[in-house]
T-cell receptor, first 112, second 112 residues
């Protein structure tokens, strides 16, 4: 089945640093989604990408849909303590039909 | 009020017991999903439903069953719980067109 490879698996950074994580796939996706999960809560949608090459920002977060449609990255600028959590990428193959495929997650830890 | 709610939030039960987890949504979405999350394994799809009369198995459906009682309600049952079903369980919803999934807060299930 389809799989997403998300890296890195974990990150330990200092407050104020920028963060970058990415997802790659052997399959083409038509939609890329980025979620954040905090302890004891469900994943929350951060950014949705619908077109190859699309670059979208949400505050300090920026995500891009790769030109090949097989990858996506998420950047967080000037990290703050509340950015701590697990970030998941997810891909959707065909609009209106397919199930989401999730990456394994990137655990972000921030030292104040 | 939350758009996707799950009950109970926490449950401890014993091996062999029947357990039902419930999910309700006010987003008006047709599609609903049940996921399981284990440490280090990300989110895995158990069952999904694209409308009231549609039920589909996901990648790990063995030992589980579901019921879609109405557009807004989707329940997950463990007919005879076993310890390796100890996990976090999430319900999610999406519309047909965009495919973005919105998650509930989760149920932490412990099977002793």
């Amino acid at each position: 089945g389809q799989q997403l490879n998300q890296s890195p698996q974990s990150m330990f950074i200092q407050e104020g640093e920028d963060v970058s994580m990415n997802c790659t796939s052997s399959s083409i996706f038509n939609t890329w989604l980025w979620y954040k999960q905090e302890p004891g809560e469900g994943p929350v949608l951060l950014i949705a990408l619908y077109k190859a090459g699309e670059l979208t920002s949400n505050g300090r977060l920026t995500a891009q849909f790769g030109i090949t449609r097989k990858d996506s990255f998420l950047n967080i600028s000037a990290s703050i303590p509340s950015d701590v959590g697990i970030y998941f990428c997810a891909g959707l193959g065909i609009q209106g039909a397919q199930k989401l495929v999730f990456g394994q997650g990137t655990r972000l830890t921030i030292n104040p | 009020d939350a758009d996707v709610t799950q009950t109970p939030r926490n449950r401890i039960t014993k091996t062999g017991k029947r357990i039902m987890l419930e999910c309700s949504q006010t987003k008006g979405h047709d599609r609903m999903y049940w996921y399981r999350q284990d440490p280090g394994l990300g989110l895995r799809l158990i069952y999904y439903s694209f409308d009231v009369k549609d039920i589909n198995k996901g990648e790990i459906s063995d030992g589980y069953s579901v019921s879609r009682q109405a557009q807004a309600k989707f329940s997950l049952s463990l007919e005879s719980a076993i310890p390796n079903q100890t996990a976090l369980y999430f319900c999610a919803t999406s519309d047909w067109f965009k495919g973005e999934q919105f998650f509930g807060p989760g149920t932490r299930l412990t099977v002793l």
